[in-house]
Nanobody, 114 residues
Framework: QVQLVESGGGLVQPGGSLRLSCSAS????????MGWYRQTSGKQRELVAT???????NYADSVKGRFTISRDNAKNTVYLQMNSLKPEDTAVYYCNIQKGPGYWGRGTQVTVSS
């Protein structure tokens, strides 16, 4: 069973930065597309960013220019660098691997507030 564990969330002031990490285990990592999604209470989970095995990336319009997704295949880890954070970025952030039916981590809370 694939395991994904997110870390790095927390409370940050508007304009601040956070870096999320997602470590994958019990799976080959390098060949799969990885993604970050987020969800707030009462809303559907939405795409934040994805990164393919070759390194090409895709971002939601709302985070373009502020967030950067990257991966370290040697460490089986995907990252999300979040800069210029806004209150509307507040959500639980989930890691996803596009393998088979898709697998999810348990999420990490990001709160942007003064």
């Amino acid at each position: 069973q694939v395991q994904l564990v997110e870390s790095g969330g927390g409370l940050v002031q508007p304009g601040g930065s956070l870096r999320l990490s997602c470590s994958a285990s019990r799976t080959i990592f390098s060949i799969y597309t990885m993604g970050w999604y987020r969800q707030t209470s009462g809303k559907q989970r939405e795409l934040v960013a994805t990164i393919r095995s070759g390194g090409s990336t895709n971002y939601a319009d709302s985070v373009k220019g502020r967030f950067t997704i990257s991966r370290d295949n040697a460490k089986n880890t995907v990252y999300l660098q979040m800069n210029s954070l806004k209150p509307e970025d507040t959500a639980v952030y989930y890691c996803n691997i596009q393998k088979g039916p898709g697998y999810w981590g348990r999420g990490t809370q990001v709160t942007v507030s003064s």
